[in-house]
């Protein structure tokens, strides 16, 4: 069977996006809105947003009508804490990051997959090889430019609101310690409960203001969607002919992956200081590191276990390269292209993995700006995966 890994990896992901579903779904019944809602807003907490002056939050009860309303907005306003403080916190964490965050993930790489089968299926019919080239550079010129301009659609779109996010703050007070895009959830779900619905009920006074938040709602809600999904589909043209039999790229790629054997500390040194890209993600992993892992406030324990954590993961991240530093001094031969290969990826998983938690889940501990909780995550992920590509890309030139 060809491409029999592609396959199998297509049906583990339909399996699990059909699981999330049915997840979400029992559990979309069991939760009480109403219930949740009058609880939210009957609350004495002088910390809560319901203590909040001049705003009428009753009106949250016409325009959140069912746990997915709910969800976006507890989870949008104060991540995780704010739906832990729910009468029912267990269901409502589950639904939500099921919801909001599996589910959309798992249906942008099913697609990516659905794509990419597609593409194979409609190569095996192609029989010149000069069409199949032509396929390719679709893909990969499509590939390069609605990637760069999905990173500046967001990074537009993100520093119009870096921008404004004092005017944001100074117009609601009580709103201070929440970034520009938690209190556009306010104002969204303030008023009609959708995007564009908000301006039309006066929360904001100043048009200069509507007008700015318009112009990076376009950016951020109709531009980027359109380039992420034009991203997808050139990207499942371009893996497909990486991986098609008709095109030897990724079979020289995984022999480069078996060549290089080092057997001296000296050159295993010498070709890591020549390698850009384990400069690239090193330099955007020390940021990483320093921004969230270090730079936070220190006021509760989960604060100071960020930073712990931080620290235990400086080693575990540069594994693959204190192993090989092991066997390069103890004279011992090893893969070196392999063993960097595993490294570029270690970097790349843990770079994203921080950056995301940490402006996900981790938000309401330790961001209160739009560029940290952001732009930020925006900037070193882009990287990372620009650093890693770039690896890939011009590892076995």
Request: hydrophobic residues 50%; positive net charge.
């Amino acid at each position: 069977m060809k491409h029999k890994n592609t396959y199998t990896i297509a049906i583990v992901i339909t399996v699990l996006l059909v699981t999330t579903f049915i997840v979400a779904g029992s559990i979309y019944s069991s939760i009480d809105v109403t219930k949740i809602l009058e609880n939210k807003l009957s609350e004495k907490n002088n910390d809560s947003w319901t203590n909040i002056q001049g705003q009428n939050f009753e009106v949250l009860k016409t325009t959140i009508t069912n746990p997915l309303s709910l969800a976006f907005f507890l989870f949008g306003i104060g991540g995780v804490d704010e739906l832990k403080a729910t009468s029912d916190p267990f269901k409502l964490i589950v639904f939500t990051i099921t919801s909001i965050i599996i589910i959309p993930t798992l249906l942008i790489v099913f697609f990516l997959y659905m794509s990419i089968i597609i593409t194979l299926t409609l190569i095996e019919f192609i029989k010149r090889d000069s069409e199949v080239m032509t396929l390719k550079n679709v893909g990969k010129y499509g590939m390069y430019v609605s990637f760069i301009s999905s990173f500046l659609f967001a990074l537009i779109g993100i520093i119009i609101f870096c921008s404004i996010e004092n005017n944001l703050q100074k117009n609601y007070q009580g709103f201070e310690k929440y970034d520009s895009f938690s209190i556009m959830t306010f104002l969204i779900h303030l008023s009609k409960g959708t995007i564009f619905s908000w301006e039309k009920n006066g929360l904001l006074n100043s048009p200069n203001i509507v007008t700015t938040v318009n112009v990076a709602l376009v950016f951020l809600v109709i531009l980027l969607p359109i380039a992420f999904f034009c991203l997808i589909i050139f990207s499942s043209f371009y893996i497909a002919i990486f991986v098609a039999k008709k095109d030897s790229r990724s079979s020289r790629f995984f022999n480069w992956l078996k060549n290089i054997r080092i057997d001296s500390l000296k050159e295993y040194i010498q070709l890591n200081l020549r390698s850009p890209w384990i400069w690239i993600l090193s330099i955007t992993f020390a940021f990483t590191i320093i921004i969230p892992g270090f730079v936070h406030p220190y006021t509760n324990v989960t604060q100071i276990l960020i930073t712990l954590i931080s620290i235990i993961i400086i080693p575990v991240a540069f594994l693959p390269m204190i192993i090989g530093y092991i066997m390069a001094k103890k004279i011992k031969r090893f893969n070196y292209n392999r063993l960097m290969f595993i490294q570029i990826l270690l970097l790349t998983l843990i770079i994203l993995l921080i950056q995301l938690n940490a402006s996900i889940f981790l938000k309401d501990y330790m961001f209160k700006f739009t560029w940290l909780s952001a732009f930020l995550p925006l900037v070193t992920c882009t990287i990372s995966m620009f650093a890693a590509f770039g690896f890939i890309k011009f590892s076995d030139k």
